[in-house]
């Protein structure tokens, strides 16, 4: 009984983590369209903006 609580408990983890992935996922997209969007809107060029935005991910 116990065993099976714990499982549907697991399943429904993992299903929540897997939603909280996706929904990070379609937020970083549609903020980098609207990124994508105000650059063209207003003539930007990634080296004109690469000053003002946080770093990315570190090379190796």
């Given at each position: ?12 983890m993992?299903?929540?983590?897997q ?33 003002a ?8």
């Amino acid at each position: 009984m116990i065993n099976c609580v714990v499982k549907l408990l697991k399943a429904e983890m993992e299903s929540l983590w897997q939603q909280m992935v996706e929904a990070k996922k379609r937020e970083r997209a549609e903020a980098l369209k609207k990124v994508k969007e105000i650059c063209r809107e207003f003539s930007f060029t990634a080296g004109m903006l690469k000053g003002a935005l946080a770093e990315g991910r570190k090379k190796k």
